[in-house]
């Protein structure tokens, strides 16, 4: 082998491990969007926990690419679904508490009103 068809394979190699990876991510990223989606919508629904998580996994099953198959497989995509409840869960139990804070600060924080006196004999003020 010459030196040019060596450096020919290492550019292929090296083109063919930037597009899966670039592939990887891409379809990652579009399974993290989706599930999110997918979750915001079924838990509308008054299916069970296993059942809503089927449901997902199925929807983001149908957006992985035929050859990213074998990388995200069922059990991966649950996972990842699960990742991404599992954040949404937090940031709804943080704003939760944080609104809670602000209500009870603005209560704290309220002027009281106070009504005026009246006269009982001629109902004046």
């Known amino acids: 082998m010459d030196k040019s068809m060596i450096v020919n394979l290492v ?4 083109c063919a491990a930037v597009f ?18 997918f979750i915001a919508e079924i838990e509308a629904t008054g299916l069970l926990g ?11 099953i149908a957006l992985v690419p035929v050859p990213l198959k074998s990388v995200f497989t069922e059990e991966r995509l649950e996972e990842l679904a699960q990742e991404v409840f599992d954040n949404m869960k937090q940031y709804a139990l943080e704003r939760a508490k944080k609104m809670d804070e602000k209500k009870k600060e603005e209560e704290n924080n309220a002027v009281p009103t ?7 004999t001629n109902g004046e003020a």
Not at 50 to 60: C, D, G, I, T
Not at 114 to 120: Q, W
Request: charged share 30%.
């Open 11 to 14: 550019l292929a190699v090296l």
């Open 20 to 37: 899966g990876a670039r592939m990887y991510f891409k379809t990652r990223g579009s399974v993290f969007e989706a599930a999110s989606q």
């Open 50 to 60: 296993s059942e809503k998580m089927a449901f997902v996994v199925r929807q983001l």
């Open 114 to 120: 106070v009504e005026p006196k009246t006269d009982e």
